[in-house]
C-alpha cells in the first residue's frame, strides 16, 4: 500500500491538532496499521474481485468505531472503488481528527465522520466494517448487529490481546465466529508480536 504525500500532510496536521497527541499516534502503531493493511488487501484479493459482477457502484462504506479515521484513509488510498465512508465512534474526540485525517475526501463530500453510539444508528452501506469488537459487550455487539441491514457485506475484526479496555476479546478465530452470528464468507487469521487479531466477512 502506498500514502501518497498530500494524504500523509493531512494525517501530521490530524497529529499535530490533536487535544492528545500521542494518543492519537496509538492509532498508528505497527500492529494496529498493519491490521489495517490486511483487511484492506483481503477486501481486494479476496472478496472485492468475487463481488466485482454483483456489487452496485460506487461503494459506500460505514466504519463503526471508526476511531481517528486511518482505516478510511487507507481505503481511500486503496485499489476499492470507494466513493463514501462514514466513520461513527462514540468518543467525541474522534470527530474532528478523522475529518482532518481525510480532509482531502471531507473537502469533496465523501467522507463524514460523526460522533454516535454504533449500537443505535442506523447503516444501509454496502459494505459496514467494525475492527473494534473487542471494545463493545455481547449484548451490546447483538444490538449493533440486529440493526444491520441482510444486504451488507459486513467485516469484522477482533483480537486476543488481554487488557482492561478490551471487554470481549476472542480465545481464537472459532471463538470470534461463535460470537460474531454472522454467516462467514471468509475467515483468517493474523499474527502480530504481542497477539492475533481474527477476521471475519460475511452477511446477516
Ligand atoms: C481503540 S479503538 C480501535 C481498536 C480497533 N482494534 C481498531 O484497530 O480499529 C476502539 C474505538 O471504538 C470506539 N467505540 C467503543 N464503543 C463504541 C460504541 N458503542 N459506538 C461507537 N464507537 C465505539 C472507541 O471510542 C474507540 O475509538
Not at 481486494?44 to 459482477?53: A, F, M, S, T
Not at 487488557?163 to 480465545?171: F, S, V, Y
Request: proline share 4%; charged share 25%.
Amino acid at each position: 500500500m502506498k500514502i501518497d504525500l498530500d494524504h500523509l500532510h493531512y494525517w501530521m496536521c490530524a497529529i499535530r491538532e490533536s487535544k492528545d497527541p500521542m494518543r492519537t499516534l496509538d492509532a498508528f502503531w505497527r500492529g494496529q496499521m498493519r491490521s489495517k493493511e490486511w483487511l484492506i488487501e483481503t477486501l481486494e484479493h479476496v472478496i472485492y474481485p468475487e463481488r466485482n459482477k454483483t456489487m452496485n457502484f460506487p461503494i459506500n462504506v460505514d466504519i463503526h468505531g471508526g476511531w481517528v479515521g486511518t482505516l478510511a484513509s487507507m481505503l481511500f488510498q486503496s485499489a476499492i472503488p470507494v466513493d463514501h465512508i462514514r466513520s461513527i465512534d462514540i468518543d467525541p474526540e474522534c470527530e474532528s481528527i478523522a475529518k482532518m485525517m481525510n480532509k482531502t475526501e471531507e473537502i469533496e463530500g465523501r467522507f463524514s465522520a460523526i460522533t454516535a453510539d454504533m449500537c443505535l444508528i442506523e447503516s444501509s452501506a454496502d459494505i459496514i466494517i467494525n475492527t473494534s469488537c473487542e471494545h463493545i459487550s455481547q449484548g451490546q455487539y447483538d444490538l449493533w448487529l440486529s440493526n444491520l441491514p441482510d444486504t451488507s457485506l459486513i467485516v469484522l475484526q477482533s483480537n486476543d490481546y488481554s487488557i482492561p479496555e478490551h471487554i470481549r476479546p476472542a480465545d481464537n478465530l472459532e471463538h470470534f465466529i461463535e460470537q460474531s452470528h454472522i454467516k462467514v464468507e471468509h475467515k483468517c487469521e493474523l499474527k502480530l508480536p504481542l497477539y492475533k487479531r481474527f477476521m471475519i466477512i460475511g452477511r446477516k
